[in-house]
């Protein structure tokens, strides 16, 4: 497993990253018993293999920084959300996923690979 960091920024903020090392299928196998049919249709639609692995990181950082299943949503803008209260931010680039959840602030991550 590839996590690689859990910091605390406040006692509101917590970020995680992960260097996606695994194929797709070795990641769906640490989470598969956690999805719902949703996520699943989700999951089975994403075709290319880079984008399954960003999927499934994104969601076992999830799991790994509040230490439970959240199922993620998206509103029409395409911010993500998880419905417990929580405010997400999800990014990935190349092999690099990351995570950051707040109880109470609006929040934004992203990661780029620097050419």
Known sequence: MAFL???????????GFWKIEEES????????????????????D????????EWLASRLLIQKLIGQHAEVFYYDSGK?????GFNISITHS??????????????????????
């Open 80 to 84: 993500p959300y998880i419905k417990n």
């Open 46 to 53: 994403l075709t290319h293999e880079r984008r399954r692995c």
């Open 25 to 44: 299928a070795e990641l769906f196998s640490m989470l598969k018993d956690s999805l719902n049919a949703r996520e699943l249709t989700q999951y089975k």
């Open 94 to 115: 190349y092999d690099m996923a990351g995570v950051m959840i707040s109880d109470k602030n609006h929040i934004g991550l992203d990661i780029e690979k620097m050419n």
């Open 5 to 15: 960091d859990k910091t605390i920024k406040s006692e509101n903020n917590i970020i």
